[in-house]
């Protein structure tokens, strides 16, 4: 069973525990992602919580925007999702915390 290569490490448990530092194999990629093109009306999902909708949400439920807010720039970096810029605030958000009207 310690003689078995895992493949989180690519190394048996036997020779893992013995090194100081055990190497990363398993990477993570992430998913292909459909860009939003700039303009596109979104809900943006947020903490604030209305007044007049307290008590008929769940905890676990989201609070979008009530009013849409168009995409001005999105910015993508390799390895990292694309954050999405609209006027409501100064930081960008990802593609799941927009919602297309």
């Known amino acids: 069973m310690n003689d078995t290569v895992t493949r989180m490490t690519g190394l ?3 020779e893992a ?3 100081a530092r055990v190497p990363l194999v398993a ?3 992430p998913l292909p992602e459909t ?3 700039i303009g ?3 809900y943006i999902a947020t903490n604030e919580e209305d007044p007049k909708d307290v ?6 439920d989201r609070w979008w925007a009530h009013k849409p807010y168009p995409i001005l ?16 605030s100064k930081h960008g ?3 799941s915390q927009l919602r297309t009207v």
Not at 55 to 60: A, E, K, L, Q
């Open 40 to 42: 596109t009306l979104v």
């Open 55 to 60: 008590g008929r949400r769940r905890v676990t």
């Open 27 to 29: 990477k993570k990629t």
């Open 12 to 14: 048996p448990p036997v």
């Open 35 to 37: 860009l939003l093109p």
């Open 17 to 19: 525990v013995g090194v």
């Open 93 to 95: 958000f990802t593609r």
């Open 73 to 88: 720039r999105r910015v993508s970096e390799p390895g990292q999702p694309v954050l999405y810029f609209t006027a409501f």
